[in-house]
């Protein structure tokens, strides 16, 4: 018996030794990881793609705690239960063995006529439920959704059939088309250059340069400007009599009609009629929306789309502002600096800069940058704009800018990595060869260490697009009423505020004023970002992969 039990004693010491346990433990780590990621990603996309999916609309008829018989119309949004013992003190008969009751979340929408959009309907008050086709979901510019029935359809002043819905929103939608074309293309670029010719002359009169030929050849542009402002004017005004004369006639659920213009429906679909191509069709149309509209409702409908751009302009310049000094910093640390306590100071600070708390960065932003280094770009470049500030105010430059004093370390640390795997025999090589230090790094080191510098950059983007904390203070804002690129010269406009998917994601969630109507827009949100974070970090990682197979010959 002994003699067995030093046996096993041996085999498992053997086994410990020849490392397996750890490899199989590192292997069961991996999994968990791997899995738990999966789940998330899986939870993520399945709660934030169902906000797409064109759900059956209900007609519920039932009686309130008052004995009252109401009708509610809407989407069923949960279900849950609640312990019965919670309806003690309500007329509602239950079953005395009954330990639960279930209750339905309903999104009714129609806030003209209901204070909010959501109801909860127990199910024991519920005594009929339909889905008739006949039920309409008007997607709105404002005040959400409206669910009822569309009584009659008037054109130019006469009823007509409901079967010309469709052309009619067709119809709409180019008017909006070219409504938003004056408002934001011609009308925008025309208040652009009157702001800038009344810069233009406070410039002048600061710098005493205002002659009376160049007082009357700005006036003269300004008014050549006003008279076309003028004229657009009148055409978007014609464009809105002429959109808002149509309407259509909606039953509610409580029987009331409602009128609602023709220029504040974006779409008008009946979910109950649709077949499982049609429901694809329109689920796809939805996230095309979700991915190219702009937000409305205070960010709790439409789309995303100046998020989206925000995020990837801001980490597309922070990659090209952290790129170039994180290498020269890193070559600098490993090629050229002595081995002294300067050089160990210097590695030292870098590596607890990775550890600063990412709102600290912010708060330097802010004072540094904005204030300190904006306010001073508009006393010497821009004075006829002050008080009001250009530079010396959040916006996406400065976002950038501190996004990549917060991600140098990364870049630092993972260049002076692969400066420190190459060979000093390749150095010696080249340098016998005849060639000066300053060619041997530029066309022997940089390049082999190439792939190390591009996952450095990778691990930067992946931090910098999630960041939230620091740019609140430096630039991004709930609703940016431009986007930092348009056709106005100098085109990209670095001083404006943008709006990022990640502020979005947090303003929806926890600043909304409709919690349920924003939770799977938040969802919806955070999936996208995860895209978008996962596209960059490919792309870099293909580039990485490139450049290591172009070098490998050069590295052996």
Do not use: C
Not at 141 to 153: E, H, K, L, M, P
Not at 156 to 180: A, C, H, M, W
Not at 241 to 256: F, L, N, P, S, T
Request: aromatic letters at 8%.
């Amino acid at each position: 018996m002994m003699k067995n039990s030093n046996k096993e004693q041996k085999n498992m010491n053997k086994w410990f030794s020849s490392g397996s346990p750890w490899i199989w433990l590192s292997a069961g780590g991996v999994s968990i990881s791997l899995i738990s990621v999966l789940g998330l990603l899986w939870l993520i996309a399945s709660k934030g793609l169902s906000y797409f999916w064109p759900a059956e609309i209900h007609e519920f008829k039932s009686i309130d705690q008052h004995g009252k018989h109401t009708t509610v119309i809407g989407e069923i949004y949960d279900r849950e239960f609640i312990p019965a013992s919670q309806l003690a003190h309500t007329s509602i008969v239950l079953d005395p063995t009954q330990e639960t009751v279930e209750r339905l979340l309903v999104k009714t929408g129609n806030r003209e006529l209901v204070s909010l959009d959501f109801r909860w309907i127990l199910v024991p008050q519920i005594q009929s439920t339909s889905t008739p086709e006949e039920l309409a979901v008007i997607e709105r510019r404002t005040n959400g959704n409206f669910y009822g029935y569309i009584d009659s359809v008037v054109l130019d002043g006469k009823e007509v059939e409901k079967s010309k819905l469709p052309e009619l929103l067709t119809r709409v939608d180019n008017f909006q088309e070219e409504i938003d074309q004056l408002q934001t293309t011609d009308i925008g670029a025309i208040n652009y250059q009157l702001e800038r010719l009344r810069l233009k002359e406070r410039k002048y009169k600061l710098d005493n340069q205002l002659t009376e030929a160049r007082k009357q050849e700005l006036a003269s542009k300004t008014q050549a400007l006003k008279d076309e402002y003028t004229t657009l004017e009148s055409e978007l005004m014609a464009l809105r009599d002429e959109v808002a004369r149509d309407h259509i006639v909606v039953r509610a659920m409580d029987g009331q009609k409602v009128t609602i213009n023709f220029e504040h429906i974006l779409n008008i679909t009946y979910n109950n009629k649709l077949g499982l191509f049609e429901k694809v069709g329109t689920f796809l149309s939805q996230i095309g929306g979700f991915l190219i509209d702009d937000p409305r409702e205070a960010n709790t409908e439409g789309g995303v789309f100046p998020a989206i751009f925000g995020t990837v302009l801001m980490v597309l310049l922070m990659t090209v502002i952290v790129s170039p000094f994180g290498v020269v910093a890193a070559i600098y640390l490993h090629e050229y600096a002595g081995k002294n306590a300067l050089t160990k100071l210097l590695r030292i600070a870098v590596i607890n800069l990775a550890g600063v708390p990412s709102i600290v960065y912010g708060v330097f932003g802010l004072g540094f940058f904005v204030y300190m280094v904006g306010g001073s770009l508009d006393q010497l470049f821009y004075p006829e704009t002050l008080p009001s500030p250009t530079f010396g105010t959040p916006g996406v430059m400065w976002s950038a800018i501190t996004l990549a004093i917060l991600t140098l370390p990364v870049v630092i640390v993972s260049t002076e990595e692969g400066l420190a795997r190459i060979p000093s025999a390749m150095r010696h090589g080249s340098l016998a060869l005849g060639a000066t230090k300053a060619e041997t790094l530029w066309r022997i080191i940089l390049p082999i260490a190439s792939p190390a510098i591009m996952t450095g950059i990778i691990l930067a983007i992946a931090r910098a697009a999630g960041e939230v904390a620091p740019l609140m203070l430096v630039g991004v804002v709930k609703m940016a009423p431009n986007l930092p690129l348009d056709g106005n010269f100098p085109f990209l406009h670095l001083d404006r505020k943008f709006m990022h998917l990640g502020f979005h994601i947090y303003d929806v969630g926890f600043q909304s004023p409709n919690v349920e109507a924003a939770r799977p827009l938040v969802y919806a949100t955070a999936l996208l970002l995860v895209m978008i974070i996962i596209s960059l970090n490919m792309t870099a990682v293909s580039i990485r992969n490139r450049l290591r197979e172009k070098y490998r010959m050069l590295e052996h």
